[in-house]
């Protein structure tokens, strides 16, 4: 099971529940009451990866919609569930699977949007080691950053008839590429957006490298999504479509110009070079919306591409029964915001 | 035994354990009663058990049997109502403290108000002759020096019970003269009861009304020697015919061991 | 701090600069390292950045080291009382000390939510997990302290029926600043680790923030530089507790290292 | 015999009465935390006890890291203490430069420590190495130096060179304060053996057990690793006090009751 | 000025500091010549500076004026050639060493085989009483027994110049007694030069050839009177008028100070 439903959240759909709830989503009368505060917890540092949730806060859609957002960055040290969870943030970013995980575990966690549509996983070698497909991995030292990261890479192991204790050694990475600059492994977890790029601007160049995609490997599972506490949902069910809303526009104008919406991040924090950023934002952009996809349906949450997720998470042990997606994921909220 | 005794010192003994877990006689049936106002001195070789039956008596060692009452109390409870003046063997000075300061602690403790705290420590220090130095650490004092701050230090307190572990060992005659007559001064006028640790004859009989005599392994009561000398006694004492007499007798009873 | 002194830190900093300069060479020009740079980059380089992003860095680190400040005085506070504690009743000690150790060796990521969830205000955790890391050297080292009290010192005190507050504040406490000084300089530099990991639990701003992100962002040179930055910082708190345990201890002007040897 | 029947009766007792807190959901509902945010004992037991082997193996890479680490950095850290006592105007500076060290976090340098190691063991050592220098060049530099008066007078008065006054004065000297840095470092050398196995090439050890299960959630799973480092930690204790009081039974701390 | 003399004092003042950095006149233009072989005695009262000019014949502190030469040469040379043997005011005995391993420590520094080494010590701790007491470490001994330690400690040495800081101040007449005739037979056997502080006029007579009597504040050589009885000398010397007159003498000039 996946904790409580949606339904105790679709019972409230008035506006009853808020207090700020006389705003509305009118974009105007924000000024006059108090705004709503909101917590983000990311799933990492900020970064492109979150570009949309910057733009919406620079371009002050959040104040829009009579909200005060302030976005907590991610680390290692840091469980966007728990997180969520424990009340220290409101909203969070995570790993669709390791949400599900959670849920199987009695968190009462719902996802309410699906940010990214593609994985962005890869796995990434020099080729000198020779790794074209993923059978070439047998015999080979490969990274994962585990903690719930390393199910893609057990689906494409196995779906190329490799066992994942026998047939390669999987150890840990940690977070930097230098183990796979270093050749102390041959083959590294690294996403599009971020490690690969790191990859080629520590100087190695693409022709170098190659790389498996997940997606192209038919093991794709979904990675960054929005996800709130049930509890928090029911009673604030008007404050979230608006931040839906926000945060929908600002990934919408974060994907058609990944360039400004890069310099954005930045801003926020300069430890990664501008160039970078840029590069992240572009790439973000393309999971965002990959092509043939519909702009106006950021945030859209695939059941297909969920229910793969879930099946592999079953399937390569993350979880023990079956997730029953409609308690997992809870689609309403982010159709009253995508609604015009 | 006297139950008016200030001090009844009942069939004590002391064992201390060595390393091995062994037991060490430190004190074998030792009995003594100790009037109100009386000047006693225990006398005996090094090692003999001085130290330790002062320490019964001053609550900071229990008995291994036997039993101990001081003012009709424990020693524990006596210790309690702060009528307890000792001078240790070694000073035990707190480095952190000047001179001054390590005569004012037990004061502190005794909630004396600050005037009357520094007219005592002057007072005190005068006495021992260390008014020049009260203003410097222990580390920074001779030997005899810092004996005599735990000596000031002690007296500061005006105690019921003075406990005195060879307080004036480490001094050269004529200051230990002085401050023999000094303590006689004091106590005569206060008429506190006195144990004075001491392996110094002369010292003993010029000071007490009685003199026990110990002797060593295990530390046994040997003889007790009621000193009949005048009181006030002064310098001129010591030369007395009366004097040597005792002085010999207590060093015979005290060779007979 | 005599200007003797100063000039031997700096011989000690220029020699570990000068050694470490030559690590860096040979690790690119006789080892070929690909990974001099981030193995062991040339300690210029390092200064270098540090001087170009000189106001960013500092700037984080005063927010590091200022919250490293709140969590070493509550660490210390705890420590000193911890250890108080535990040298006033034997039991008290049995009892705690083992699950004293028990408790470090919680990691702070099992450990973060319960706490948020004892106190419900994420800076309050933060100063709790800091103090959290930075008591247990103080609280050693100063129920080391209390239990080394010589043993005729304290009789002193018993023999005065003093009360626990006196014999505390007179013997046992002065005597162990020394050892309690000892504590505080392990755990001055380690209060600096705390806040900076303090950092990493999410904070906007600091030291911390700025070695994650430069090490996950692969900026190695900045990285590099917030090292360097929090070794400073960490001499810099050594240095705060040696000036305070001078004024502290005055009575223990070096009278044991007058007489050398030969 | 009591009195260690005593010592070990009473934080077992009060272990057990948290256990028994713990498991009937005192703390839940204390700190308002649901069972699948902080198991319970006897799940984090069960569950132990299905993964037993796994987890004691983990254990035995970690504790092994942490020691070997421990053991390297604690002689490093009391090789600078003895520089610094032997060049006090010299090594001065390396206790300061131990400190900036002690300044790093290990988050910071288990990554160094993976460029500089290509095995976990390696990496883990390292890294235990630097955390544990610190405490015990600060405490063995105390216990070299802060030496009883007079005490170095003896060893010159006999032309004993600097080894001689190292072996026979300081280095009994500072036994004590070398067991306290132990103690300390028993602790930060597993913590930092766990927490770089954060981010260790291995997916072995108790750190990566810890991190990996309370990422996904698998809290016994955890907590249960987490049980067994401190079950670790207590042991690695025992044995260090064991033999400090052995070793410096002469020391105050041993003889106070 | 004697150019034969084994130590030569000359003109030796010396001030300390006190913690307000003024200087504190211990030691006035003291000048003293002792030859080979000698017995000589310093006396004088508490705080007169008798410590601190043995601790500078023993190159223990360098004089602030005025300059010393021991066998001719340095004190720092003698020193070196480990010719001291010093019984310190407080015996400074190791901790962490039993009795027997305390006597041990000299011998050891001078590379004595341990057969000779044990029997040595079985003769000095025989001599000094304390044979029962060999395997006990210092906390569990009496004061004089501690200070007993520290002269078997010394003797053991058997040392070309031998320097004694009150050895005897915290034992009983009859053991200081014994101890003074075992020391008189020791020295008689050896001819070694001895340097006695003592603030006992009778014993410095007893014991020795000279005695310098030191008057207080700075402390000054207020008397040199040689001692004329005739040698070996015993128990029964003491009752001889001769003795007396000397000791009343050096009073006299003691209490002309
Ligand atoms: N803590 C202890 N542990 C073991 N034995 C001890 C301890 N304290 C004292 N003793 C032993 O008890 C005996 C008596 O010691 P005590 O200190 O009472 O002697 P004393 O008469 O004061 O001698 P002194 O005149 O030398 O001070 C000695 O043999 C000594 O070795
Ligand atoms: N370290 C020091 N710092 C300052 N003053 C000192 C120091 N050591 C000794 N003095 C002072 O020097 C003077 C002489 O001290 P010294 O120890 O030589 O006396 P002493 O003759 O041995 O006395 P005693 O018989 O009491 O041992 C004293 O006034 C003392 O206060
Ligand atoms: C706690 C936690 N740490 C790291 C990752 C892996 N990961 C996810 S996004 C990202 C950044 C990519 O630039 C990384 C490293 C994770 N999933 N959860
Ligand atoms: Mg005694
Ligand atoms: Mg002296």
């Known amino acids: 099971g996946c904790g409580s439903n949606g339904d105790t959240a679709a019972s409230g759909s008035s506006t009853a529940g808020s207090s700020a709830s006389t ?67 409101d909203i969070g970013v995570t790993w669709v699977s390791s949400l599900m995980k959670y849920q199987g575990q009695g968190w009462d966690l719902v996802e309410t949007a699906q940010i990214f549509q593609k994985s962005a996983l890869l796995l990434v070698s020099k080729t000198k080691a020779g790794i074209k497909t993923p059978a070439d991995l047998k015999g080979k030292k490969v990274g994962s950053w585990f903690g719930g990261n390393e199910y893609e890479l057990y689906a494409m192991i196995e ?35 971020n490690e690969y790029g790191l990859l080629l601007e520590s100087g190695i160049p693409e022709a170098e490298l190659s790389k498996l995609d997940m997606n192209e490997h038919n093991v794709a599972m979904l990675e960054d999504c929005l996800f709130v506490n049930s509890e928090w949902l029911a009673k604030n069910e008007d404050v979230f479509v608006r931040f839906l809303k926000a945060s929908i526009k600002g990934w919408e104008e974060a994907c058609k110009d990944p360039e400004a919406a890069g310099n954005i991040v930045f801003n926020v924090d300069k430890s990664v070079s501008l160039e970078h950023q840029v590069y992240m934002a572009k790439e973000v952009a393309k999971l965002v919306v990959p092509e043939g996809f519909d702009a106006a349906k950021i945030g859209y949450i695939d059941n297909k591409a969920i229910q793969q997720t879930a099946d592999y998470a079953l399937k390569y042990g993350l979880l023990t029964k079956a997730a029953d997606i409609s308690k997992c994921v809870n689609s309403k909220y982010w159709e009253q915001a995508a609604a015009k | 035994m006297n139950a008016a005794a200030e001090i009844q010192i009942e069939s004590v003994s002391m064992f201390y354990k060595d390393n091995k877990g062994n037991d060490i006689h430190a004190l074998n049936n030792v009995s003594i009663d100790i009037q109100k106002g009386e000047f006693i001195s225990l006398l005996g070789p090094s090692g003999c058990g001085k130290t330790t039956l002062l320490r019964i008596i001053a609550d900071l060692l229990e008995p291994s049997m036997g039993k101990v009452t001081v003012c009709g109390q424990t020693p524990k409870e006596t210790r309690m109502q702060q009528k307890y003046g ?56 001779s030997g005899g020096m810092q004996q005599r701050v735990g000596i000031a230090r002690a007296l500061a307190i005006q105690p019921e019970i003075l406990l005195m572990d060879e307080p004036f060992s480490a001094l050269d005659e004529f200051t230990r003269e002085k401050l023999n007559e000094d303590l006689l001064r004091i106590w005569s006028k206060t ?64 060779e007979g061991v | ?224 530089a917030s090292v360097f930055t929090s070794a400073l910082m960490g001499i810099i708190s050594y240095f705060i507790v040696i000036i305070a345990e001078r004024i502290f201890i005055p009575w223990k002007k070096e009278f044991n290292t007058k007489a050398g040897e030969d | 015999m009591t009195d260690k029947l005593k010592s070990t009766l009473w934080p077992l007792s009060i272990g057990v009465l948290t256990l028994l807190i713990w498991q009937l959901g005192g703390f839940h509902a204390l700190l308002d935390l649901k069972p699948f945010q902080l198991p319970v004992p006897t799940g984090i037991a069960s569950t132990l006890a299905q993964n ?205 009751k």
């Open chain 2, 86 to 141: 000792i001078v240790f063997q070694n000073p035990v000075l707190y480095d952190w403290r000047t001179v001054k300061n390590n005569v004012r602690l037990p004061l502190e403790m005794m909630k004396i108000n600050k005037t009357e705290q520094n007219s005592r420590i002057e007072k005190q220090l005068e006495l021992v002759g260390l008014t020049n130095f009260k203003n410097h650490y222990p580390h920074q004092l």
């Open chain 1, 159 to 193: 779906s190329a008839g490799l066992n994942r204790d026998k047939d390669l050694k999987l150890v840990q990475q940690d977070y930097t590429m230098d183990q796979l600059i270093n050749d102390e492994i041959e083959a590294a977890s690294a996403m599009t957006y």
């Open chain 4, 52 to 256: 037993l082997t796994k987890a004691l193996r983990d254990c035995g890479i970690t504790v092994s890291g942490a020691i070997v680490g421990m053991i390297i950095g604690s002689s490093i850290g009391f090789l600078i203490a003895v520089v610094a006592t032997v060049f006090p105007k010299w090594g001065y500076g390396g206790l300061t430069v131990v400190s900036a060290f002690n300044a790093i976090p290990i988050v910071a340098l288990s990554p160094i420590m993976n460029r500089w190691f290509s095995t976990g063991m390696g990496q883990k050592i390292g890294v235990v190495t630097v955390v544990t220098m610190a405490a015990m060049a600060i405490n063995a530099y105390r216990g070299l130096t802060d030496l009883k008066p007079f005490s170095l007078d003896l060893m010159k008065s006999y032309a004993a060179n600097r080894r001689t006054v190292f072996f026979r004065l300081r280095l009994p000297n500072c036994l004590p304060s070398v067991f306290t840095a132990l103690k300390i470092n028993i602790t930060s050398s597993m913590i930092a053996a766990i927490v770089s196995e954060y981010f260790a090439t291995s997916t072995s050890g108790l750190g990566f057990g810890i991190k990996d299960n309370l990422r996904k959630a698998e809290m016994a799973m955890g907590w249960s690793y987490i049980t067994i480092a401190a079950l670790a930690g207590i042991v690695l204790y025992l044995i260090i006090s064991m033999v400090e009081r052995r070793a410096v039974k002469w020391h105050a701390s041993q003889r106070i």
């Open chain 3, 1 to 224: 701090m005599n200007k003797n002194k100063t000039l031997v830190l700096l011989v000690w900093f220029a020699g570990i600069f000068a050694l470490w300069e030559l690590g860096a060479f040979s690790l690119v020009n006789i080892f070929h390292d690909k990974m001099a740079a981030s193995k062991l980059p040339y300690p210029h380089e390092v200064i270098a950045t540090l001087a170009k992003n000189w106001q960013t860095l500092s700037e984080a680190g005063a927010v590091t080291f200022s919250k490293a400040a709140t969590g070493f005085a509550l660490g210390a506070s705890i420590g000193i009382i911890l250890a108080i504690l535990m040298s006033i009743s034997k039991i008290a000690e049995q009892i705690a000390f083992p699950y004293l150790i028990v408790s470090q060796m919680i990691p702070v990521l099992g450990l973060a939510p319960i706490i948020f969830n004892l106190v419900r205000n994420m800076d309050a955790s933060r100063i709790i997990i800091a103090a959290y890391i930075t008591f247990f050297p103080v609280a050693a080292n100063m129920l080391s302290g209390l239990k080394s009290v010589d043993i005729d010192k304290r009789e002193l005190m018993y023999s005065y029926a003093a009360k626990k507050p006196s014999i505390y504040m007179k013997l046992m406490l002065p005597f162990s600043l020394p050892y309690l000084f000892s504590g505080l300089k392990i755990a001055a530099p380690l209060s600096v680790t705390a806040s900076i990991l303090v950092d990493m639990l999410g904070s906007k701003n600091g030291i911390g923030v700025k070695l994650l992100y430069s090490l996950y962002g692969g900026t190695k040179d900045i990285f590099w």
């Open chain 1, 23 to 89: 705003s509305g989503s009118s974009e105007s009368t924000a000024s006059t009451a108090a705004p709503d505060k909101i917590t983000l917890q990311l799933k990492w540092l900020p970064q492109s990866q979150f570009m949309g949730y910057y733009v919406a806060q620079e371009k002050g859609y959040y104040k829009e919609q009579g909200i005060d957002i302030e976005i907590l960055p991610g680390g290692s040290d840091i469980i966007p569930e728990q997180q969520v969870y424990n009340g220290v943030a």
């Open chain 2, 191 to 254: 008429n506190k009861t006195v144990i004075f640790v001491t392996h110094n004859i002369s010292e003993s009989v010029f000071l007490s009304d009685r003199v026990c005599v110990l002797s060593p392994h295990p530390g046994r009561l040997s003889a007790i020697v009621d000193i009949d000398l005048p009181r006030p006694r002064t310098r001129e004492i010591r030369e007395t015919p009366e004097f040597f007499s005792l002085v010999s007798k207590i060093r015979n009873s005290f």
